[in-house]
């Protein structure tokens, strides 16, 4: 038995993407917030700008999300049973601040083929229109992959701000999420957040990407984690799971991992990001 149902795997494809999914309470997304904000504390500059990549090597309740079995459930149902971790990242966006994410697409530049992938969204804080959710073009995945201008603009939270020009926002969808709900979402949806207008830190955790084991990454070189089934390709390095907090030689190999993705992010461009 699937865990999403007919429904959900019909707004999947029907819209590219499928929300909201329940997954944790919000007293255990206050704790993983509470994680987040002691590695802040103590190593203040560890989840700036890129190394907001890959936090789950150091945090063992961001490690926990990302081998969740409810959303190893739901992203079973879309790319089957055999599971791997392949990167994440930190969304923050702290009030007072011009974060935003232009419209773009993930399989523009990850380097992840084929495109048995998916997205998963957590919330570890209310995500709503207000302090920035992200935003969908419904049904856009059904296309080809759109040209992207690189504007490298200020307050873009993508690495070269890579933008899908002329996007339609009336046929765009706001996935408004409860801290503990995620969202799921394909590899060619254009997507997009705005700025976030509240008085509090809107916090996403994007498990980018689970993959299928039969993905390779053609731009470079990810390493992943087995979190479901059996690996029979082998095209990827293994790494472990994180073994405490913020651990020395976790530190080592998350700093590793970033470095890859930047040579995989900035792959052929001029010009280098902040993230």
């Not at 961001?62 to 930190?90: F, Q, Y």
């Not at 980018?208 to 470079?220: H, P």
Request: charged share 30%; aromatic share 8%; with cysteine.
């Amino acid at each position: 038995m699937t865990y999403l149902s007919s429904n959900q795997l019909k707004q999947y494809e029907d819209e590219g993407f499928v929300s909201p999914i329940n997954i944790f309470s919000k007293d255990k997304a206050k704790k993983i917030r509470d994680e987040i904000e002691l590695i802040e504390k103590e190593m203040p500059e560890e989840l700036e700008k890129s190394g907001r990549y890959n936090a789950h090597l150091i945090s063992p309740l961001l490690d926990e999300v990302a081998h969740n079995s409810k959303i190893l459930n739901a992203v079973e149902s879309l790319i089957g049973k055999n599971i791997l971790i392949c990167s994440t990242t930190l969304f923050i966006k702290n009030p007072n601040e011009k974060g935003f994410v232009s419209y773009h697409q993930d399989a523009k530049y990850i380097g992840l083929e084929p495109l048995n992938w998916v997205t998963a969204w957590v919330a570890i804080t209310d995500s709503n229109e207000h302090n920035g959710c992200m935003r969908m073009w419904s049904g856009s995945h059904k296309d080809d992959l759109k040209i992207h201008d690189q504007k490298f603009n200020e307050g873009n939270l993508l690495t070269r701000g890579q933008t899908v020009k002329n996007v339609p926002k009336e046929k765009t969808k706001a996935l408004i999420l409860k801290a503990g709900q995620m969202s799921l979402h394909h590899p060619k949806v254009v997507h997009g957040s705005d700025i976030n207008h509240s008085n509090d830190r809107r916090i996403g955790f994007v498990i980018q990407s689970y993959i299928g084991t039969n993905v390779k990454q053609v731009l470079g070189k990810n390493s992943v984690q087995l979190a479901r089934g059996i690996d029979k390709f082998n095209f990827h390095e293994r790494i472990e799971r994180t073994k405490s907090l913020m651990n020395k030689n976790d530190l080592k190999i998350k700093k590793k991992e970033n470095d890859y993705l930047q040579e995989i992010f900035y792959r052929g461009s001029e010009k280098k990001g902040t993230y």
